[in-house]
């Protein structure tokens, strides 16, 4: 306890390293966190070179760090997290044939799978502008719990 009272910078580091795994591990990346642990880290490392000292100072500095950094990192991070399609290509279910339980427009519509009607649209590279009921469709991706469906070719 006394080497952390004696060496401040070693308390934001930890201060730094716990902040982000809480980030990480309880808030998903969202941001708040985030800007208060790279703050803490850099005010550590300014107490390892002797810029600050004193208490009163440390904390001065990690609230300005911290204010700085969200205005500068708030966009760019929110805008990244945005990017990521919300598209899954992945999923099992998708190249299964299905039946069409209710009209499939571009905006509505839904299939039968598995005995669950399940909401679907039409895929956005898809031509046409429906797919009747009791027809059958191929699912090519999954947006949510929506279905993107195409026509059997």
Not at 98 to 119: C, E, F, H, L, M
Request: hydrophobic share 50%; with cysteine.
């Amino acid at each position: 306890m006394q080497t952390f009272l004696e060496n401040h910078q070693l308390i934001w580091y930890a201060i730094a390293g716990l902040s982000l795994v809480l980030e990480l591990g309880l808030m998903g990346l969202s941001g708040p966190l985030l800007f208060f642990a790279i703050a803490s880290a850099i005010t550590g490392v300014l107490i390892s070179l002797g810029l600050i000292d004193g208490w009163q100072s440390e904390i001065l500095v990690v609230g300005v760090l911290s204010a700085v950094i969200t205005l500068l990192l708030w966009k760019p991070l929110k805008k990244m997290q945005n990017s990521r399609s919300k598209t899954d290509n992945s999923s099992d279910m998708i190249g299964l044939q299905v039946q069409v339980s209710d009209d499939i427009t571009k905006a509505s519509g839904s299939i039968r799978y598995s005995g669950i009607n399940w909401p679907a649209r039409l895929a956005d590279d898809v031509n046409i502008e429906l797919i009747e009921n009791n027809s059958q469709c191929t699912i090519v991706a999954i947006t949510g719990n929506t279905m993107l469906v195409a026509p059997i070719d």
